[in-house]
């Protein structure tokens, strides 16, 4: 069954360094999306792709985040400047028009 | 708009059944249901779409009020395997992303 892969699966960072999350979505869907999770809370979104561009993006989605889908294949999410509230399990999410998301493993940031 | 799920916990002996209930004060385009185990990813169950149409799960059932912008998920003889978080995610439109509610933990004992 096709998957969706992260790496890396955990990243430790420090405070204010940038990180890169990345994502390979299942080859034929067309939607990208990235949602987080602290500490098995609910899972929050953050941004969706469509076509190549960002289709919706929350309030969580500020200046400090940006996407990229570089070569066709991976999705990354690259966080700035991270912070210590930016400690969470992030998940890249693919779909396929009106069926359910494929989410991925996740990658666990902690941010010190 | 995040929905509003219902009970926060749920628990089971095997072979009980249990609902799960999602309400949102939006008009919906679908209600997508998911099932997450600890450490691990959501895992897509069911989604209903307007219009009546399901897709997902066949061992799992659920129901889709689009009036009263409400879904309800059905776990009938319940397994060991259903332990887990439950959520419903709600799409206001098509091509929207997901807005998941908080959760509803099953554990299901022997």
């Known amino acids: 069954e096709p998957e969706v892969t992260q790496t890396p699966s955990h990243q430790v960072t420090q405070m204010g360094q940038e990180v890169i999350l990345r994502c390979v979505p299942i080859s034929n869907h067309l939607y990208f999306y990235w949602y987080r999770q602290i500490l098995g809370q609910k899972v929050e979104f953050l941004v969706s792709f469509y076509n190549n561009e960002i289709s919706e993006k929350s309030e969580i989605f500020d200046d400090q985040f940006s996407v990229e889908r570089p070569d066709g294949s991976n999705f990354t999410l690259k966080i700035r400047s991270t912070k210590l509230e930016d400690s969470a399990m992030y998940f890249c999410?693919?779909?396929?028009?009106?069926?359910?998301?494929?989410f991925g493993s996740g990658t666990r940031l902690t941010v010190v | 708009q995040q929905p509003v799920q219902s009970p926060q916990a749920v628990i089971l002996r095997e072979g009980e059944d249990a609902v799960i209930n999602c309400s949102s004060s939006k008009a919906l385009y679908s209600v997508h249901w998911y099932r997450q185990k600890h450490g691990e990813a959501p895992v897509f169950l069911m989604i209903l779409l307007k219009g009546g149409e399901q897709k997902g799960h066949d061992k799992i059932s659920a129901s889709f009020n689009e009036k009263k912008q409400q879904s309800s998920l059905y776990l009938t003889a319940s397994q060991l395997s259903y332990s887990g978080t439950y959520f419903c995610g709600t799409e206001s439109q098509a091509g929207t992303a997901l807005i998941f509610g908080k959760g509803t933990t099953l554990s299901v004992s022997s």
């Open positions: 999410a693919s779909r396929y028009r009106d069926y359910g998301y494929t």
